[in-house]
């Protein structure tokens, strides 16, 4: 059995039956057409039936011009990337430029030859093949990592959960053996509801880590967020850790949801704590950066901006290249059993994403390690006199 392969589709809008009719024949050999007779008709078609690799347009028309088609075209999300080739006897150089101004990708002058047309269809009709074909494996790609991403989080919580539950069962047993003698060792029920509780928490760290997308976002003084959080961290560091903080003296206008950035930076502190065992100097500072087009460059995951750094500083001992390409993979981490979930950092990174941030790790084994958090500074200024008063 031979499969029937569908041939790219081109929609042809022109009011000239006779115009039309010859494009089709020119491209009769190779292309699936279809035909519009004016600039409403077109629409339809592009929101009723499937999108075409290519549309050929009139551009002198009674009910719409083509300059408008291709403008309604081009500000419809759907259709912006569809390629438009302006066919028309209009042969001004502003014509033209108008045309491709609007965005078409070529403007072809009647009268034309054959092979021109069908050589210029041809070109672009393939790179629309091509972008559709990439788009195609992007998804797949984002498809397969998120079935990656699930797999590390079932078998990660498998595990951890599996720990727990043969702890409890085990000490249960020697509890229901003690119980036949009447003598049940309080010792051994205390592990028991260990157990129970280290199992909730675990629970607790999947709920959490599947709401960190559910965030309210709203305007709000960083400077001032910032500022609260570090003074209720002196309530519970250790009394050997040496906490600096620098924050920007002039506010800092953040689109934030305010309980997001307690966690993130408890969460930051917490682990830097436990780095150092419990002993050394943490700093956080907080400052006004602007990143330029070369800093961008270099951190694919930045745009140009203003944006809230928020550092958080730490005189541990590093991290290594290997742990750092996986410290924000889920139920990845380096504590002992029992310690620690791996789901906070992985949380925390995609925090600072909702908030239209990045994070960015300078560390050094041996030195410290620094955690620089990028949050956009929101354009509204005029909102400061407002959110300072309250």
């Known amino acids: 059995m031979q499969l029937r392969v569908s041939r790219p589709r081109v929609l042809i809008v022109d009011d000239s039956d006779m115009d039309a009719k010859v494009l089709e024949r020119v491209l009769a050999d190779d292309y699936e057409t279809i035909r519009a007779t004016g600039g409403s008709q077109a629409l339809t078609i592009l929101k009723t039936e499937p999108l075409p690799h290519l549309i050929m347009l009139d551009v002198m028309m009674p009910e719409?011009?083509?300059?408008?088609?291709?403008?309604?075209?081009?500000n419809n999300p759907d259709t912006k990337r569809i390629p438009v080739v302006f066919v028309s006897a209009m042969d001004e150089i502003t014509d033209?430029?108008?045309?491709?101004?609007?965005?078409?990708?070529?403007?072809?002058?009647?009268?034309?030859?054959k092979m021109i047309v069908q050589a210029r269809v041809k070109n672009q009709v393939n790179r629309r093949i091509a972008e559709l074909e990439r788009d195609r494996l992007l998804a797949y790609m984002k498809q397969s990592e998120k079935m990656e991403a699930l797999g590390t989080l079932a078998g990660g919580f498998a595990h951890?959960?599996?720990?727990?539950?043969?702890?409890?069962?085990?000490?249960?047993?020697?509890?229901?053996?003690?119980?036949?003698?009447?003598?049940?060792?309080?010792?051994?029920?205390?592990k028991v509801l260990d157990g129970a509780r280290r199992a909730k928490g675990l629970v607790d760290q999947i709920l959490l880590f599947s709401r960190w997308n559910k965030s309210q976002l709203k305007p709000c003084d960083f400077t001032q967020v910032v500022m609260a959080v570090s003074r209720s961290l002196r309530d519970f560091l250790p009394s050997e850790i040496d906490l600096k903080v620098e924050l920007s003296k002039d506010p800092l206008l953040v689109k934030a949801d305010q309980a997001q950035v307690e966690k993130i930076?408890?969460?930051?502190?917490?682990?830097?704590?436990?780095?150092?065992?419990?002993?050394?100097?943490?700093?956080?500072d907080l400052a006004k950066v602007d990143l330029?087009?070369?800093?961008?460059?270099?951190?694919?995951?930045?745009?140009?901006?203003e944006y809230a750094l928020l550092q958080i500083r730490d005189n541990g001992p590093g991290l290594d290249q290997k742990i750092k390409d996986r410290i924000f993979d889920p139920f990845f981490t380096t504590r002992e059993v029992g310690q620690g979930t791996g789901?906070?950092?992985?949380?925390?990174?995609?925090?600072?994403?909702?908030?239209?941030?990045?994070i960015d790790i300078e560390t050094t084994p041996g030195e410290g390690s620094v955690f620089r958090l990028f949050f956009p500074i929101y354009s509204d200024q005029g909102m400061f006199e407002g959110i300072v008063d309250e």
Do not use: W
């Open 64 to 74: 719409m011009s083509g300059y408008e088609v291709c403008r309604e075209i081009m």
């Open 96 to 113: 033209e430029t108008r045309g491709l101004g609007l965005g078409a990708c070529d403007y072809i002058k009647k009268p034309y030859h």
């Open 160 to 190: 951890d959960f599996n720990n727990i539950l043969t702890s409890v069962m085990g000490f249960t047993e020697l509890c229901m053996e003690d119980a036949r003698s009447q003598s049940v060792d309080p010792a051994l029920l205390e």
């Open 265 to 284: 930076v408890f969460n930051l502190v917490s682990n830097a704590v436990q780095a150092m065992e419990q002993s050394g100097r943490l700093g956080i």
């Open 292 to 305: 330029n087009i070369d800093y961008c460059r270099e951190h694919p995951q930045a745009s140009p901006g």
């Open 343 to 358: 789901l906070g950092l992985p949380m925390v990174y995609g925090m600072v994403k909702t908030h239209g941030g990045h």
